[in-house]
């Protein structure tokens, strides 16, 4: 899709939402003098429909329509018959508003603006759902997911999609509503995969890809002036921020030099997208279609279950699929309600244990929306969340129903989704190394991990492996043996960045040749041709912000792009925290995990067992519910 469509498909969304506030009893000129006053007119139109006053709204955009039509503005004729389709709709005269939507939706697609075309027949099918006939409101519907998930296969750059995704979730809403009417969910399962899968699919599906080779020079070459650029001003960030009660002027360099690097981590992402864009092998990829629920069932164990959710205004969808079984289930709940009770439990003290730590309230909570109404249907041991938006912060494990945690009655895994399953078995291929990456406690300015550090070396000696530690925990050494390593282990600290996920890091020690920061653009030049499991170990997500604007905007976003870089660059499992814990809950855990993984037992089950058995100690669940494996849940 040509950038200019994509800038006037977006023009046209917050022209929905932006409008001025207008009253009945302002009444439009009849005859529009110039094409400024149309504009208004087509505005006062959009404010009408959208206040039910369909016989106002048709008096402005008639007359709106009558001046583009004579000056030949054909955009405009388009954009204004849309509306005058729904305004029409508004007093129940389909014939008049099914043509004027229809001519709409022509004359976008012919002339090639498909994503507002997709939008077109969004309305179309939301007129035919007022009208009750269903079949044709899913047609419609479908048919409008289906011309938005292609301009998103050719876009290829997510950062470029994210209009266009929220477009396929205003028409994902009713459409799952119509297959759960008819009971088609097999469909519902197959557009849930479509919404999620895409651009994750259309990565992994071809490997590790270098984004450099046949591109502009000049480009790479920015992007190495402004990572050098970069690396000064945290260097010099670093320096200043002990000093920053001493006086004014270093206060204020402090705020200098931080909005500098949010500006420059903003143009390095926009570069790096054009870097993206431009690449061949970028350019060449072919459409991956997502897993029927056929190959979904021959790929999954007879023993486990998917919940695969999908969050929308005012409801949480999720279908469940098991081998014998197929439904979904709608549940009615603003999403923000679920991101305040997870900012409460972000925020929890995670001290405290015993007995008062036991089934806390907002864990309750949790459970009663999320999967006290799909308890009926998860009848096996092993279950698979997919989560979606907001819910990628939700510690599952320790969700409970006040009696029984949810890691007690199941062996939990998380995938990104249902259709990465045929890839993941291609780690079971792999041939082996025997070589394992430990790397704790590295030297670095955001402090000590001294229980990082006792961690690594406990797990070094169960696997008779060199723990490097403090000075040694470089990022150099990282790139230099993770390549060749079955299992890599990084207890450190990381940050999600909520602002620029690509900007997602795990801290490591500093060196002549490497800053130390390991960030997520850095990882999709990675080759982990070995790896059968990668460790994230005292990584924190941002969720005490996920009621601010920003996060609402992408919620999860920054979570996925740490996790999925290590999946894309190879490892078929990523175990990572939601939480730095702090203390020695990490260490006890990971020794019990590993002791597991040696004794031939599958990746969940050994995190099962290790943190069932941290909860038998009296450990609080916020300190051992918040550790996530993502990807294959088998044995290594």
Not at 192 to 214: C, H, M, P, T
Not at 295 to 318: P, Q, S
Not at 332 to 361: C, F, K, L, M, R
Not at 595 to 624: C, F, H
Request: hydrophobic fraction near 45%; glycine fraction near 6%.
């Amino acid at each position: 899709m040509k950038r200019r469509h994509f800038q006037l498909f977006i023009a046209s969304l917050l022209s929905t939402t932006l409008t001025p506030q207008l009253t009945a009893a302002q009444q439009p000129k009849p005859l529009p003098a110039s094409r400024h006053a149309a504009y208004q007119l087509f505005i006062q139109g959009q404010q009408y429909v959208q206040q039910g006053n369909a016989p106002a709204a048709l008096e402005c955009l008639e007359a709106a329509l009558a001046f583009y039509q004579q000056e030949g503005h054909a955009m405009s004729i388009a954009n204004t018959r849309l509306w005058l389709g729904m305004a029409h709709g508004g007093l129940g005269n389909w014939p008049a508003a099914e043509a004027n939507i229809q001519a709409a939706i022509d004359w976008f697609l012919f002339n090639e603006y498909l994503t507002l075309g997709s939008a077109g027949l969004r309305v179309a099918g939301r007129m035919y759902e007022q009208r009750a006939d269903y079949p044709q409101a899913i047609a419609l519907y479908e048919q409008a997911l289906t011309l938005a998930d292609e301009v998103i296969a050719g876009l290829k750059v997510p950062t470029l999609q994210a209009g266009l995704r929220q477009l396929q979730d205003e028409i994902l809403k009713p459409l799952m509503g119509l297959y759960r009417r008819q009971q088609n969910f097999e469909k519902a399962l197959e557009q849930v995969e479509k919404a999620k899968a895409r651009a994750f699919l259309d990565q992994i599906a071809y490997g590790a890809i270098d984004f450099q080779r046949g591109n502009s020079q000049f480009i790479v070459e920015e992007l190495r002036s402004l990572e050098q650029q970069l690396y000064t001003l945290r260097q010099e960030l670093a320096n200043l921020k002990p000093r920053r009660l001493e006086s004014q002027a270093i206060a204020t360099r402090i705020g200098q030099v931080e909005s500098e690097i949010d500006r420059l981590n903003a143009e390095y992402a926009r570069r790096f997208e054009d870097l993206q864009t431009q690449s061949p092998e970028i350019a060449n990829l072919q459409q991956v279609s997502v897993s029927t629920l056929a190959e979904i069932r021959a790929d999954l164990e007879a023993e486990t279950t998917l919940i695969n959710y999908l969050v929308a205004d005012e409801m949480i969808f999720a279908v469940v699929v098991s081998a014998t079984l197929l439904t979904a289930v709608a549940i009615p709940i603003v999403p923000d309600e679920v991101a305040q009770t997870i900012v409460g439990i972000a925020s929890t003290n995670q001290g405290g244990n015993g007995a008062q730590a036991a089934h806390p309230a907002p864990l309750r909570q949790l459970y009663q929306t999320l999967i006290a109404p799909l308890r009926e249907h998860l009848q096996t041991p092993n279950l698979g969340i997919i989560p979606h938006s907001v819910l990628h912060y939700v510690p599952f494990a320790a969700l409970t129903d006040g009696e029984h945690y949810l890691c007690e009655d199941y062996t939990l895994f998380s995938l990104p989704s249902a259709s990465v399953l045929r890839f993941l078995a291609r780690s079971h291929q792999k041939q082996r190394t025997g070589e394992v990456l430990l790397m704790g406690n590295p030297t670095t300015r955001a402090g000590s991990l001294d229980g990082a550090q006792v961690e690594v070396e406990a797990i070094a000696a169960q696997w008779n492996a060199t723990a490097y530690t403090e000075a040694q925990a470089t990022e150099a050494r990282f790139w230099q043996a993770a390549p060749t390593a079955e299992i890599i282990h990084l207890a450190a600290h990381g940050k999600f960045n909520l602002a620029q996920p690509l900007f997602s890091v795990v801290h490591l020690a500093r060196s002549p040749e490497q800053d130390g920061d390991l960030e997520v653009h850095e990882l999709y030049n990675l080759n982990l041709d070995a790896a059968r499991l990668v460790v994230l170990s005292a990584c924190e997500t941002q969720a005490t912000q996920l009621t601010s604007s920003e996060s609402r905007q992408k919620p999860g976003d920054e979570i996925v792009a740490l996790n999925r870089s290590f999946l894309f660059a190879g490892s078929p499992t990523v175990l990572a925290t939601l939480k730095a814990v702090g203390d020695d809950t990490t260490q006890k855990l990971m020794v019990r995990f590993y002791d597991q993984l040696q004794n031939g037992v599958s990746k969940a089950k050994a995190l099962q067992t290790a943190m069932l058995a941290l909860k038998e100690q009296d450990i609080s669940p916020y300190r051992w519910g918040i550790y996530v494996l993502t990807g294959d849940w088998r044995e290594l």
